[in-house]
């Protein structure tokens, strides 16, 4: 299996329909699944346990490129705080990052070839680095009250969501391309 990549050119127009997509998913998505926990209980441990904001930005990211995904993964926290509050102030700056990150790395493997289920690994494994160094230099430099071991809670608390996007982005981008090549 090579690692090789190719340069398949999307267009601007493209690109920002793939940010206003994934910005708009990303906050709606997170309002579904809190009113779901809601109605159940659970409240807003279902969303930690689903990360509905992870899907659309790692899917803009191997669809339609870094640019796209990254962007929307900045601003998507940071909309859907000014919408409703949530993520907290607190976790926002760190959320932005996160999903800054999450998008520029599936963009960048985007036309790796390796099968999408490792790209979605790499992606979620980079941006979870990304966040615990964030975390880490806020910590011990500037003396935040967030602790990087919530790195490790809130990958045991989102070990549900992690395994469903493994299953589910991949699909989503086979049957995309897919529809895209009928």
Do not use: W
Request: overall charge positive; some cysteine; glycine content about 8%.
């Amino acid at each position: 299996m090579t690692t090789v990549m190719t340069r398949e050119k999307i267009s601007i127009k493209a690109q920002a329909m793939g940010t206003i997509i994934a910005l708009i998913s990303a906050v709606v998505l997170p309002q579904i699944v809190h009113v779901i926990g809601a109605v159940s209980g659970m409240g807003t441990s279902l969303g930690e346990a689903f990360l509905p904001m992870h899907l659309p930005i790692i899917l803009v990211g191997l669809l339609a490129g870094p640019y796209a995904a990254g962007i929307a993964g900045l601003l998507s926290p940071l909309v859907s705080f000014a919408l409703t509050g949530m993520p907290t102030s607190t976790m926002l700056p760190f959320m932005m990052i996160e999903l800054c990150a999450y998008g520029i790395f599936a963009g960048l493997l985007r036309n790796a070839k390796i099968p999408e289920i490792v790209k979605v690994l790499i992606t979620q494994i980079a941006g979870r680095a990304v966040r615990g160094i964030a975390i880490a230099i806020s910590f011990y430099a500037f003396h935040t009250a967030i602790a990087p071991a919530v790195i490790f809670t809130s990958i045991a608390a989102g070990l549900f969501g992690i395994v469903l996007q493994l299953v589910i982005i991949p699909l989503a981008v086979y049957r995309l391309k897919e529809a895209d090549h009928e």
